[in-house]
C-alpha cells in the first residue's frame, strides 16, 4: 500500500510544475520578515503542529510550513514518504537557535521522494 502511496506522490510531482499563483502569494506576504532564499531540503510530515516541516540539507535547523494546503501543485507532504527537493522558502518568523523557523513555500524543483524507512519496534 505505502508503495502505491509514494507512486501516486511522484505522478502528482511529474504531473505539476511550479505554480506561479502559489509563489506569487507566499512572496506577496505581507507578513514576510525578511528575503526569500533557495535551500536544498527534505519535506516530510510530523505528528505534531506544524504538520510539514523542511530540514535544509546540511544544518541542524527545521523549517516549519505555515500553510501546508498552499504548497506548490508539484509537491506532497503526508505520511510513510519524504520529498528532497529545491525549495524557494519565505520566512515568516525570524530565525532562532533551537526554534523552528515558520516558512511559506514558493516553489519546489529537482524533485525526488522515497518511501521512509521505519526501524525494527518503531
Known sequence: MLRLIVA???????AGGDDAQTA???????????????IRGRLRAYGTSPRCRIWPVGTTHL???ADAGSLP??????????VYA?????????????????????????????????????
Open 8 to 14: 501516486i506522490v511522484l505522478w502528482v510531482m511529474q
Open 24 to 38: 506569487a502569494n507566499c512572496k506577496s506576504r505581507k507578513d514576510l520578515v525578511g528575503a526569500c532564499i533557495k
Open 63 to 65: 523549517l516549519g510550513v
Open 73 to 82: 501543485s508539484n509537491v506532497a507532504c503526508g505520511e510513510g514518504f519524504e
Open 86 to 122: 529545491d525549495f524557494t522558502v519565505c520566512p515568516l518568523t525570524p530565525a532562532r537557535p533551537n526554534g523552528l523557523q515558520m516558512v511559506c513555500v514558493a516553489s519546489a524543483g529537482n524533485l525526488r521522494a522515497s518511501e521512509i524507512k521505519r526501524e525494527a519496534g518503531q
